[in-house]
Each structure stands twice: as C-alpha cells, then as structure tokens.
C-alpha cells in the first residue's frame, strides 16, 4: 500500500518563475492538504482540497494556488515565485477532512529559489 | 485563531533517560484535536498520537506517554527510555476546522 508521494523532491527556480509540486495521497484518501516548512518552523497550513474543491485556505497570498483531479491527487502552483517561497513543501491526505483524523504525509519537495 | 506553542526548541540526553515536551494551545473552539507528530531528517512528517478535547484521560503506548490537561490548555508529551532513533522533531498539532496548526518544534537529540 502506497502512502503519500510526492513529486519533484527536489528542485531549484530563480525569482518570478513558477513552479508545480505534486502529489498523490494515500490508497483510500480523498482529502489533500498543502503545507510550507520554512527551514526551522512548523509546517504552515496552506489550503485543503476535497472533491475537487478548496476547502480551507490558509493566510497565502493568491500566487498559491492547487487543484485537485478525479482521482483525489493534486497540484499546488506557485506563480511570481519570491526568495521567501524557498522551503520544504508537505502533502498530506486524509480521509473526508482533517478535524477528527490523522494525516499522512509525504517526505516533501524541497524548494530552493534563487 | 488558533495557536500551538512549544516553548522547548531543543532537548539533548542520554540514551534511556525519558524526555517530556511542553505544548501549549490557544483556541476558541470548544471541540478540537490535539496531535503530536515526528519529523525524521527524511522530512516525513509521523503520525504519533491523538487526542480529543472531551477525552482528558492520560494513556501510554508503548515507551509514549501524554499529559492533557485542559484546565491549562497544556498536551505533554514524554518518551521512556529514549533511544537514539528518537532523535528528531516532534511537532504538536491542533485541528479545528479542517485546518491543522502546527508548533515551531522541539529539536530532541539522544545520545548514545
């Protein structure tokens, strides 16, 4: 049984390129919710995608934007990327939302802007 | 709005002494979960436990163990006998509507 992939893991853009990561969740989940890991911090919530649909946002700028497929996997975009957009970025699936169960993540895509 | 605070960044010690982390949490919802998770240096973030905010009952699994208490809005968590493997950062969690807060993360190396 698969868990969370992630793709690429990792890659390197210069300021104002965009970039898109990757995922696909866990056998069975339907939930997908982005974070960003800035080297030293906690993972910040960035939006959460169910059926299809943006769920829950974060405080990101529009520049973030996702979008999740049939088949529950999902992308994150990232446009007019900044120095400060370098970080780990964290999928995690879940099953119909977060608020009573655990998620499973994947081992990230390392973002480095220069 | 909703906060996670883990005063502790880092933690060092021995193998086989028991290590607690401090967590802090500020909500204003009235049902909420409370989750600790691990951070290898493979990035993954680990699943270790769950609480929800009418269960105050402590337990222990294994060589975890966690102290919720709501009176001080506090969810410790202790690891027995720690191991080198346990080195890592462990993160506490809260989730209220869908979204999952994070604290910045305590840094625990054991030495062997």
């Known amino acids: 049984d698969a868990g969370v992939t992630q793709s690429p893991t990792h890659l390197i853009k210069t300021r104002g390129q965009q970039v898109t990561l990757r995922c696909s969740p866990k056998?069975?989940?339907?939930?997908v919710s982005w974070y960003q890991q800035a080297l030293g911090q906690g993972p910040q919530f960035i939006f959460q995608?169910?059926?299809?649909?943006?769920?829950q946002r974060g405080n990101f700028p529009d520049r973030f934007s996702g979008h999740q497929f049939p088949n529950y996997s999902s992308e994150l975009n990232v446009n007019a990327l900044l120095l400060g957009d370098s970080a780990l970025y964290l999928c995690?699936?879940?099953?119909?939302?977060?608020?009573?169960?655990?998620?499973?993540f994947g081992e990230g895509s390392r973002l480095t802007v220069l | 709005a909703q906060k996670v605070t883990q005063a502790q960044t880092e933690i060092s010690v021995v193998e086989k002494e028991d290590v607690t982390l401090d967590c802090v949490y500020e909500?204003?919802?009235?049902?909420?979960?409370l989750f600790w998770y691990k951070q290898p240096p493979s990035g993954e973030l680990v699943f270790l436990i769950r609480?929800?905010?009418?269960?105050?009952q402590n337990e222990i699994s294994g060589r975890y163990s966690w102290n919720f208490q709501k009176s001080t809005s506090s969810f410790n968590f202790t690891i027995t006998a720690s191991q080198v493997v346990d080195s890592a950062v462990y993160f506490c969690?809260?989730?209220?509507?869908?979204?999952?807060?994070f604290g910045a993360g305590t840094t625990v190396t054991v030495r062997a």
């Open positions: 909500t204003r919802d009235t049902t909420y979960y």
């Open positions: 995608y169910y059926e299809e649909e943006e769920r």
């Open positions: 995690a699936s879940s099953v119909s939302g977060t608020n009573t169960g655990e998620l499973f």
């Open positions: 056998s069975g989940h339907d939930t």
């Open positions: 969690a809260l989730v209220s509507d869908y979204k999952l807060s």
């Open positions: 609480r929800n905010s009418f269960d105050e």
